[in-house]
């Protein structure tokens, strides 16, 4: 994936761009300290992501993201919390935080990986590898999880209890927070309350406040959640 990096701040864009250098499946194709820089990079490169931040100078990156036609993939990165449902509005793949360590950049940047392959596989199953599993403790084991297979996700303070879409598997419960789950799981997977994270393609209805998984699981919109989720939706809704 070509990616660029746009950054005001010299140093931050300096560990932006050794981050990205980081990553196999990632190409830097340029470096840029502002939007009018990263637009000409535009103008003239097929670029399939890029890294923005969002508090810049003359034009930010949220603005700057919404003047595009056609933008591609981005991941924010900013110091200041309250853009993030911004973002998503946006349909922004994620959001990072500042400052954020190498593993935070490389779970943006697993998501942006799922986004794209789901964007190019043309309706055919995109080839497996080693981000389609983890290995979770559980009950003094540790057992092998396909990410697909997981239904969604309930917080319990300190613990998670995961749900499978397999009728004859028992739900797990691991120690891990919300937070940590959260960066490791793929771009189809959304939190839409402080108590759930789901697996958006297992969705079969939205009504109103709440999220049917099947005949016997509604799950709630968190109002946190709300205006994310629903931003999700919109990106996707086809009609009237």
Not at 126 to 135: G, I, Y
């Amino acid at each position: 994936m070509k990616v660029i990096a746009i950054d005001d701040e010299p140093l931050a864009l300096k560990q932006l761009t050794a981050y990205i250098k980081k990553i196999p499946f990632l190409e830097l194709a340029g470096e840029c300290q502002n939007a009018i820089e990263a637009k000409e990079i535009l103008e003239n490169e097929d670029i399939d992501a890029m890294f923005c931040d969002i508090n810049m100078p003359d034009l930010n990156g949220m603005d700057f993201v919404k003047s595009l036609a056609a933008p591609p993939l981005i991941v924010f990165t900013t110091a200041y919390s309250e853009y993030a449902v911004e973002g998503f509005k946006v349909n922004a793949v994620d959001y990072l935080l500042k400052p954020f360590g190498l593993n935070e950049f490389k779970a943006a940047a697993n998501k942006l990986k799922d986004r794209y392959e789901m964007m190019h596989s043309d309706g055919h199953p995109v080839q497996e590898d080693s981000d389609t599993n983890m290995f979770l403790k559980t009950d003094y084991k540790v057992v092998n999880v396909d990410i697909s297979d997981i239904f969604y996700i309930e917080g319990m303070s300190e613990y998670l209890r995961i749900y499978f879409d397999k009728e004859d598997r028992k739900p797990i419960i691991v120690l891990m927070s919300m937070k940590k789950m959260e960066e490791r799981l793929p771009a189809y997977f959304m939190r839409i309350h402080r108590s759930y994270i789901v697996n958006l393609k297992k969705i079969k209805e939205v009504n109103k406040n709440r999220v049917i998984m099947d005949k016997d699981t509604y799950l709630p919109i968190g109002e946190m959640y709300k205006e994310a989720f629903t931003a999700y939706l919109n990106s996707r809704f086809l009609g009237k």
